[in-house]
Structures are given as C-alpha cells and as structure tokens.
C-alpha cells in the first residue's frame, strides 16, 4: 500500500488532519517557516541582482531531520501549509529544505479543517504556485530592506532597540496624523432647539427637533437663537405633514478578516491579536464532544466576503427549517466594485451552520465560544432577508419655520432574529396613531442648547484596521502584527480602547517624514500594495519591484545618516533609591513592560519590578497601593509592602472611605448580581444591587480581565469564592 506524507503548519491542525485521513497517511507539522533570512546578516546579495539567502532557522535542524526521514519513505508528500502566499511559500521553502524528489511532491489546499474539505483537496492536488511564491518573497525582502537599513539609523539617531517597517510606519504615521489634527482642532459653536409640544388626547408630550425653513437652517450661536425664539413667540403650530413609508435594512455581509477584527474588539473588547490567535484555534480545530476533532470556521485570513455554493445552500436550508422560507434571503449578496479581493479564499463562516454556538459551547473556552458565536451569526444573518421598518415622519409648522420628527418600528425583523448591531433597535419607537394633518398642537416648552463641535476621535485597533483596509495598506495578514509591533515598540501606548502617540513615537515618525517621506506616504505604500498583488496575478516580475524599490532607499538611508542629528530621549526618573549606588532609579523597559533600572548602568545593574502607583494608602498597614499583574496579565491591586502586607484588591479602590464603617470605597456598581459564597460546607446566596459601599473586591474576583458588571452578568457567571 502506497505511504503518503501529509506536511501541515502548526500540530493542532496535525492532530485535526491525521483523523480525517487513513493509516496510510503519515501527518507532520512544520511549525511554520522552516527557512528564513539569518538574523545576524541583511541576507540579500544585492551585487547579485538581489538574490536572497536563506538558511534553516535556529531550533528547526532536529525537527527537518524528522521530516526528511518521513519524506524518503513517502511515495507522494502532500503540503498542506495554509491557503495564502505565506502558505505558499512556507511549501516552497519545505520543497528546497526536504532535499528529495521534487516529483512526488503535490500541493494541497483547503479552506476548512473538515474531512469533507481535507479529502477533496487530495484529490485535487497541484502544483506550486510561483506567482504567490513570488509575492510572499517580494513582501518579505522590501520589510527586510526597509527594517535593516532604517532600524540601524534609528538606533544611532534616537536609541537602540527601536524599529522601523514598510507597513509598521505608516501606520504611526497614520496615528501620529489623528494626534495633530486633535491637538489643531478649533471648536465651533452651534444650537440645537427642541419643541415639546402637548397632543389633544394624549398623556405623553410630542418632542420635536427644529429644522429650519424648506431647507435645513444651521444655528450658529446664541444670537441667531434668539432671533429663532423671538419668531416663535406667539406661533401657532400645526401638523403640516404626515407621511408614512417603509424602511429596509439589508443585512450585514459575512466577515471577512478586517471585518471580524473590528466587530470582535467593538463588541467583544477583543484586541486584534488576540482576535486572530482565538480565529486560529477554531479554524485549527477544536475537539467537540460527539464530533472529535473538527475545525469549527473557514479559514481566516481573508478579504473577499464569497461564500461557496454548497456553505450557501446549506445555509438557506438551514433557516428555512428554523426561522421559515420569508427568513431566507432572496438576493446574493456582492463585494463593492473596483474592491481588491483574495477571491480564491471565502468570507469567515462556520464551516457547519447546523453546529450551532449551544452545541459546542461546552467543548470551547469562554473566549472561543463568545467569538465563534459572533462569526455564526454573522454568517447565518447574511444569508437571511432584510429587515422591514414602518416609518412615520412628521412635519410641524410654526410661522415660517418647520419643526420635525420621526419614528420607526419594525414590521419584520429578518435577519436581526439572530444579529443586530450598536444601535439597532429591534423594537423601534412609534409615534400616535392620532396624529392627523391640519391637527394644532399646544407649545409646551421649547428648549435651546448649545454644543461645541468634537475634535476626531483617537485611534482604537479597530478603527486603525478599517482604515489601513480602506487606504489599501497592508494585507488580512499584517493588521494584528502591525499594531503589535507598534504598541511594543512604545511608538503608540493602549489606554483603555484609545491609541495614544508616545513622545518616542513622535520623534520617530518625524525622521521617517523628514528622512524617508516616501516610505510613510500612504499612497506609495498602497502602490507596493498593489504591485505585490500583480505579481501574484503573474503580470510584474517580482525583481523588478525590488530593483526598482531599494536605490532610493539606499540613497535616502545614506543621506539621513549625514543629516540628520541626534535625538536625546531621557529615562523618566523617580524617587526610588538605587540599594547599591544611592542614584535615582529610571524607568526601563523590557520584553515584559517596565522596570526600574539604575542609570550607573554598566557599573551599577541594579533592577527593581517597577509598580504603578494610584495614589490611595493602603486600608492595613498605611503603605502605598500599587498596580500590579498577574502570571496572565490580569491587572489587580495591592499593597507595596508584600509580603509582609497582605491587601489586595481586584477593584481600583478609591480615596474616599465609607462613612458609615470607614473601609475602603470601590466604583459604583448599578447591575444587580447573584454571588455565590462557600461558608464552610455551606453555600450562601448573595444578592448585591446598586451597591455602593464596601465590597472588598468580592465581585470583582469575577470578572474576566477588562470587563465590566454587566458584561458579567451577560455571560451568566455563577461561582464559588
């Protein structure tokens, strides 16, 4: 009988594999990239017409040995590496390393971790596609053009351990841009007037907005307000206008990976790293009780939003028998014209719809379910019908000048039985049914108010990830490595959901502007975008992009090196004492966050753990209250003379002591909720709602990292403390 060897990225999706295929299939992981640039080395030969010198990656010696012995008892070899160019090249490089018969070797792909997909793919085995080989090489030289040549100046410039990157700059720039903007913004002010107006019959008051005449009149300031209430006196108001209509809202598309990195961090709190790592698990495969190991999504790294005919049909058949045949949508729905697409991959979907979020909830993690849920609704909407409102609109006349008002409600709720958005509103708002045309109305109130124009919003991750898709900027692959990357760096610190510009990412953006404009120009970046995707359609040489790109560089990179002058960026010092030397430690930072070191340093190596303090002494022994985390990252309160001091808290705690008792006080908390308290053998009910006073940071010793009450109490959590 035939042996074949199957060749996958990572061993969970080894272990999903081997299950589906028989005994005569051998199932290997590489672990990724089994070659790659040295790290010590530029690693390109650019006398040599720019040829790139690969050797194996440190650690991966033993585990190729491993794959070599298993491809030399093999008579096929499949390489079954992921269905994008990284995957592409992944099995180029697995071809060169293998040192074997070429011949035997067949490239497989699949969109899903299914037996179904798994078995299809080895039938329809292939060739390697050079042209994604290409692509993959093109993208990872100009980055090693662009991180080996810059990095080195910035380290010279500015200080040691800093980065630059053809995708990674742009997108500080990007941040850095939205900075100067707020920092420039000048507010304007305009009014808003609101009418409340008393309905013949009716109890509750009818609220209308101000338009202005026949067409929208903007209220500038104070003085055209009052011009405005100065007419209106003594107005009679009258309905003017009735009218009903009707309202459809389609529903969303299926997600694709920018899609789903922004909706998981909006609804979910979800950063885009940890959106992609969970993505992977479940496209991976996850062990479901009654079904062993299956991938539970398609594959995730994509930006076309096509689903294939068969996930399709399955998936109207599957409302039908749900929801009813009005539930299932009647019209394909279709990418916007002119939208670069990877179309060989489809949208994120769930590979079987009848596998619902509550059949597999018990076999997944928290975080798993929560965002496999997200991606099956997603999906299950996108095939359903739209959703219908009944709408009214209102108009009011007063003099010359027309208030309005309007409400909707839903007449059919379509695809929002199973997905709805912020701010859709399932149940709508209806106005009375007796409001009729030439009906007088009775003023009320009328009431002015004065706003100021808002400066832009800050950056979140995902409105960074929607905006570099828009302005073509990187690819599904490189939205959550960039933001890392940026964020690690410290050119860009995280509060809260915002990005803030560090000061070392402001002097940093500034030499890539000053120094090397071309390479932090967005629309030279999606440009290079857009030549990549040629090569991999086959119409640009991938050397011809690299020959083209690096004399420029080269010249920019020499030129900033006699330019540009030294950038002092001082350590924060603090009022820790050094034990060894007396100084004044500084703050440093590492691989895992900040530490004080000594500036003596190399003479003096003293390091401390460096503690954030909150300004609140502690309720025991009188000692500053610190921030502090755990092995996980979970972020938690205690007191800075541990051990010997006990005090924790996993709630901020406050200044403010409880008058009636004199502890410490915590946030309010306005959701009801059940806590479950283990007395002995006992177990004890604990209902808290709108507490205020202390807790002790009993509740918070339930909630998952960066989230609120509510957000526990929506997750159903019953435990034992």
Not at 156 to 170: E, F, H, I, T, W
Not at 280 to 289: C, F, P, S
Not at 712 to 719: A, F, L
């Amino acid at each position: 009988m035939a042996k074949n060897l199957v060749i996958v990225e990572s061993p969970a999706k080894m272990k999903t594999v081997k299950k589906f295929l028989g005994a005569n299939y051998t199932v290997e992981a590489s672990n990724g990239h089994v070659r790659d640039f040295p790290k010590s080395q530029f690693g390109i030969d650019v006398d040599n017409d720019f040829e790139p010198k690969y050797i194996t990656i440190r650690g991966k010696g033993e585990l190729l040995a491993k794959l070599r012995k298993e491809a030399k008892k093999a008579d096929k070899i499949y390489l079954a590496t992921d269905p994008d160019r990284e995957g592409e090249a992944i099995s180029w490089h697995l071809m060169q390393a293998l040192k074997t018969d070429t011949a035997k070797m067949h490239r497989i792909t699949f969109n899903e971790v299914t037996k179904t997909a798994v078995k299809a793919s080895i039938k329809q085995a292939r060739e390697l596609d050079m042209n994604l080989v290409d692509a993959q090489q093109a993208r990872r030289m100009l980055d090693r053009m662009v991180g080996y040549t810059i990095s080195p100046l910035l380290w010279a410039k500015v200080k040691r351990g800093l980065s630059a990157g053809r995708v990674q700059s742009v997108a500080l720039r990007i941040i850095c841009d939205r900075e100067d903007e707020i920092n420039a913004f000048i507010p304007e002010e305009y009014w808003s007037l609101e009418g409340e107006f008393q309905v013949k019959g009716e109890k509750k008051p009818l609220t209308a907005k101000f338009y202005g005449t026949d067409k929208k009149l903007p209220i500038r300031n104070r003085q055209e307000m009052d011009e405005i209430l100065k007419s209106l006196e003594d107005c009679k108001y009258e309905i003017t206008e009735v009218k009903k209509g009707e309202r459809i809202k389609n529903a969303p598309l299926p997600f694709t990976t920018s899609t789903l990195q922004q909706e998981a961090a909006k609804t979910l709190n979800f950063s885009t790293q940890k959106t992609m790592r969970l993505a992977q698990q479940l496209y991976e495969g996850v062990d479901v009780k009654g079904s062993g190991t299956v991938g539970l999504i398609s594959y995730l790294r994509t930006d076309s939003t096509r689903i294939s005919e068969e996930a399709d049909a399955a998936a109207r058949t599957y409302i039908s028998e749900q929801y009813g045949l009005d539930y299932v949508s009647q019209t394909e729905k279709a990418i916007k014209n002119g939208q670069k697409i990877q179309d060989a991959h489809e949208a994120i979907r769930p590979t079987d719809i009848a596998r619902t979020p509550v059949l597999v909830k018990e076999s997944l993690t928290r975080d798993q379910f929560r965002l496999y849920q997200l991606i099956w609704r997603r999906f299950a909407a996108s095939r359903m019908a739209p959703a219908r409102y009944e709408t009214t609109s209102v108009k009011i006349g007063a003099g010359e000048y027309v208030f309005t008002v309007a409400a909707s409600k839903v007449a059919f709720d379509g695809f929002m039985s199973v997905y709805t958005e912020e701010g859709d509103d399932k149940k709508g708002n209806v106005l009375s049914q007796s409001l009729e045309k030439g009906m007088e109305l009775k003023l009320k109130e009328l009431k002015p108010e004065q706003h100021f124009t808002q400066p832009p919003a800050h950056y979140t991750e995902a409105s960074l990830v929607k905006t570099m898709e828009e302005l073509g900027i990187g690819r599904p692959s490189t939205y959550a490595p960039t933001i890392t990357t940026i964020i690690s760096r410290r050119y860009v610190s995280k509060e809260q959901k915002n990005l803030y510009v560090t000061e070392l990412g402001e002097v940093v953006n500034n030499i890539m502007k000053q120094a090397f404009p071309s390479i932090v120009d967005v629309n030279f970046t999606a440009t290079m975008e857009g030549l990549l995707d040629c090569v991999e359609a086959g119409t640009v040489q991938w050397k011809t992009v690299v020959r083209n790109f690096y004399p420029d560089l080269k010249h920019d990179v020499d030129e900033a090196e006699k330019e540009l002058e030294k950038v002092d960026i001082q350590d924060e010092v603090t009022d820790v004492i050094c034990d060894n030397c007396g100084r004044n430690m500084v703050i440093k930072y590492g691989p895992h966050g900040r530490f004080l070191a000594c500036p003596g340093f190399p003479d003096c190596r003293n390091t401390k753990p460096y503690y954030e303090k909150i300004g609140v002494a502690c309720p025991k022994c009188g000692g500053e209250i610190v921030m502090k985390k755990t092995k996980k990252g979970r972020k938690y309160y205690g007191c800075e003379n541990n051990p010997e001091c006990d005090f924790m808290s996993w709630q901020k705690p406050s200044v403010k002591k409880c008058p009636k008792c004199g502890n410490e006080m915590y946030p309010p908390v306005s959701t009801a909720i059940i806590v479950l308290i283990r007395k002995g053998k006992e177990i004890l009910l604990v209902h808290a709602r709108n507490f205020r006073g202390t807790f002790h940071g009993l509740v918070a010793g339930f909630l998952e990292a960066g989230e609120t009450l509510e957000q526990c109490v929506e997750r159903e959590v019953m435990e034992e403390t």
